[in-house]
């Protein structure tokens, strides 16, 4: 990143010019009346090994300025635990022992010339002795990690230390406390510090990384006063978050004033402490790899595959334990189980001091996991990384990165070794340029305590914004209902009790590009009628005929009635149109929808709706839910076979219960009457312009013509065997008959149960639907059932 950007950004300001003079001058003006005014209490509380690293570049430079500011070191969390602490540097096998003593002298020797003998044999198993040794003091201990590494252990430990802080922040009463990253302790201290109305200035917000640490980064950001991050896209993401310009600092990430002047120092004897006298540098792996506590399963098996990979590649590799997250301690199994800690390649470490690692990753073949130091810190050295699964997959990351996202196989990891192991990039400063620490005392001072502490949010104007009056709370919630028919197109708007507030009809287009155009447009005007009418749209459902998918919105396969109707996907076009979600599924289902929030099934756990229309279709709702079957198909009612030699059907086989029943067997039939002269009867006429259908037939029936009686008689006793059939394999409480025809049936079809069915089941009720608008209201319930936490 430019070094020039940071410099433009040294006060936490947004990029336009202007307002960058116009609040410096108000800045410089705090500055000098702080001089005259008491010193900057400033509290930074630590967590861990890593976020010491962020901070200790802070500490130093607040401890090297005394005049303007005090400093308290609050340590918790991981710091105080021995598990993640300063290593048992490594263990040997037996074949290694016979050179043991003699390379722990040369290595003793080499430390005391570095005058760091003294810390070796204190050997201190915590990290907050690192802290002591950078000859700071520290305020407060405070053991707040609850063992167990899982979930609830990790929610117990917010909750102790919640307990503990108050106590210690009455006591050490900051102006300022600083808190670093994304870390649940981390999230503690904010949330108490808040809550006491203490300012809090917030490092690195404002990155994306992947994982649950996203949702406590930017609660971190909600809850700090200021903040610093480290870069551009950063910036603009708290900037998108509300947060106040003025109190944003693009400074870059400390530790980077560390690791931009480090790689030239003596690394030789850093590199043999660790790995042995003969690893040379780029020939040796740095493995750091933590869990992801949203898939913790997933983490394990991950870490099991790199592993493998490790072995197989067959160099000399560092592995650092992972971080105290649920399900470290499985993947510290995993370890134990390969034998990592005892295998002449693998040294493995609970802990290394951030100076040391810094040597360790700049000079490294290549560094493998999950960890954001791979992402973030290494591209300063343009080491090689290979970043494995989902935990960083937010970062920014120079070309050093390469990500095995699923990193399912041992094979891609192993593959991903051979593409970059020995490789060296250029150079990244994304992160920093090396001068973040004087950006940010300089922030501090400028700091006016005498400012509100309560923070405003700079919220986007909300456009078209309707003010809370008596009309916008009484408004009807409602949804828009479409139904695809073979004839017409219909659109509704539905209110939550069924009521049909208003209608729309046109003629169902033959090509796709005409009916969808044609959907889009009444539905565009229903949702614009809908705001005159005081009616609140939750959303669209759509009816239509054929097999659905209605967990994708799309249409499968459509009946021989609608043309150029196969594959569609309706929900896409009608969401990003109307920002409106939709739903989508079969006329029938519909049926059988309608009936159970509104007809007669409304209550039923088990019933069966059979709709008589143009063809014949239907719904199962089974324990109150509907079954839509493992291809979409589930409740096709009208091509049950009920004769094996019976007339031929539209879905290419014959005897189903629509070859007889529906309207167009009935309009087949009266054809064939009137083409023989045999439909019309005294009273009756048909218009030469007009086709003849299924109610000449019924009207014949009714007015004595006995050959239209036996037509309706048979189709009545189709649809009656299908119901038998029905009895006999769902054994429902009720069907129910919906649809034109289903009145001129429902006799006919009760009196074949009556001698077909078993007794077991002559007592299930058979009615007609009372519902005028099954299709409409079907689909105005998948959106009402849905905002009223229906389970669809």
């Known amino acids: 990143m430019d070094i020039n950007m940071y410099a433009h950004h040294a006060l936490g300001l947004p990029g336009p010019h202007e307002l960058y003079f116009q609040n410096l001058s108000k800045r410089k003006q705090v500055m000098e009346k702080k001089e005259n005014n008491r010193k900057l209490r400033v509290c930074v509380a630590t967590c861990n090994r890593a976020d010491y690293s962020k901070l200790a570049p802070i500490m130093f430079g607040i401890k090297m300025e005394p005049e303007f500011f005090e400093l308290d070191v609050v340590v918790l969390g991981s710091h105080l635990i021995d598990d993640y602490g300063w290593p048992e540097y490594w263990s040997f096998s037996s074949n290694e022992c016979s050179g043991l003593i003699s390379f722990r002298m040369d290595w003793l020797y080499l430390l005391a010339v570095q005058g760091t003998l003294k810390r070796l044999l204190q050997h201190h198993r915590n990290t907050y002795r690192m802290i002591e040794q950078d000859d700071f003091d520290i305020n407060t201990r405070l053991h707040t990690i609850v063992r167990g590494e899982d979930e609830a252990a990790m929610v117990e430990s917010v909750g102790l230390a919640l307990v503990k802080l108050p106590d210690v922040l009455n006591r050490l009463k900051p102006d300022i406390m600083i808190v670093h990253g994304d870390r649940f302790d981390a999230l503690a201290l904010a949330t108490s510090a808040a809550l006491m109305n203490i300012r809090i200035l917030h490092i690195e917000g404002g990155e994306v990384s992947g994982t649950i640490d996203d949702s406590i980064r930017h609660a971190i950001t909600k809850l700090a006063h200021y903040h610093v991050c480290c870069t551009r896209s950063a910036e603009q993401h708290l900037i998108s978050m509300c947060e106040d310009h003025d109190r944003i600092l693009l400074a870059g990430c400390p530790s980077y004033d560390k690791l931009l002047s480090a790689k030239n120092k003596d690394y030789m004897s850093i590199i043999r402490m660790w790995l042995g006298d003969d690893v040379k540098p ?85 560094m493998i996991g999950n960890s954001s130091c791979g992402v973030r810190e290494v ?45 060296q990039y250029p150079c990244s400063k994304i992160y920093g340029d090396g001068n973040a620490v004087p950006r940010i005392l300089k922030f501090l001072k400028s700091i006016d305590l005498q400012e509100p502490l309560q923070k405003k949010f700079c919220f986007p104007p909300v456009k078209d914004n309707i003010s809370q009056d008596i009309d916008h709370i009484l408004e009807t919630l409602s949804a828009l209902a479409v139904d695809l028919g073979g004839t017409n197109l219909r659109v509704a708007i539905v209110s939550m009790k069924g009521e049909i507030v208003k209608k729309y009809t046109q003629f169902n287009p033959k090509t796709y590009e005409e009916r969808i155009n044609l959907i889009l447009q009444m539905c565009v005007e229903a949702a614009a009628e809908a705001v005159k009418l ?34 569609v996907d309706l929900r896409s076009p009608l969401s990003d149109t109307l920002h409106l979600p939709v739903w989508v599924d079969n006329d029938g289902n519909c049926a059988a929808l309608a009936e159970r929030k509104f007809g007669q099934g409304k209550g039923l756990e088990n019933f069966v709706t059979l709709i008589t229309g143009t063809g014949i279709g239907g719904g199962i709702i089974h324990q109150h839910e509907l079954i839509h079957g493992s291809s979409f198909c589930a409740a096709e009612l009208g091509h049950i076979v009920v004769s094996l030699d019976g007339p031929d059907c539209s879905c290419g086989s014959h005897g189903c219960i629509e070859a007889y029943a529906s309207g167009m067997a009935l309009q087949r039939e009266a054809k ?17 312009d007009e086709a003849v259908g299924a109610l000449h037939l019924i009207q014949a029936a009714k007015l004595g013509n006995a050959k239209a009686q036996s037509i309706l008689r048979t189709a009545g006793t189709a649809l009656g065997l299908g119901v038998v059939n029905i009895l006999h394999t ?59 936490r229906r389970i669809y």
């Open 730 to 788: 769902m054994n429902p409480s009720l069907v129910i008959l919906s649809g034109v025809l289903a009145s001129h049936y429902i006799h006919t079809v009760k009196d074949v149960i009556r001698q077909q069915a078993l007794s077991s089941v002559q007592d299930v009720d058979v009615v007609v639907s009372d519902l005028v608008e099954p299709a409409l209201l079907g689909a105005a319930s998948m959106v009402l059932d849905y905002t009223t």
């Open 282 to 366: 780029k020939d040796y792996i740095v493995a750091l790899q933590h869990p992801v506590t949203t898939d913790i399963k997933h983490s394990i098996k991950m870490f099991e595959l790199t592993l493998d990979a490790l072995i197989s590649f067959n160099k000399r590799t560092l592995v650092l334990f992972p971080n105290i997250d649920a399900g470290s301690k499985e993947m510290v199994r995993v370890m134990r189980k390969k034998g990592i800690e005892h295998h002449p390649n693998f040294r493995a470490v609970k802990h290394v001091p951030f100076d040391q690692f810094i040597q360790l990753v700049a000079h490294a073949g290549c």
């Open 379 to 423: 591209g300063a050295f343009g080491t090689p990384v290979i970043n494995l699964g989902t935990r960083q997959i937010g970062r920014e990351t120079g070309e050093n990165v390469l990500h095995v996202r699923d990193a399912d196989t041992q094979d891609k990891i192993l593959q991903a070794l051979h593409l970059q192991f020995g490789k």
């Open 672 to 688: 064939k009457l009137h083409d023989e002269d045999q439909l019309l009867v005294e009273g009756m006429s048909v218009p030469k």
């Open 534 to 567: 005081n009616c609140r749209i939750l959303g669209v459902g759509i009816s239509t005929g054929g097999r659905v998918n209605p967990r994708e919105g799309i249409v499968l396969n459509s009946t021989k009635l609608i043309h150029e109707w196969n594959s």
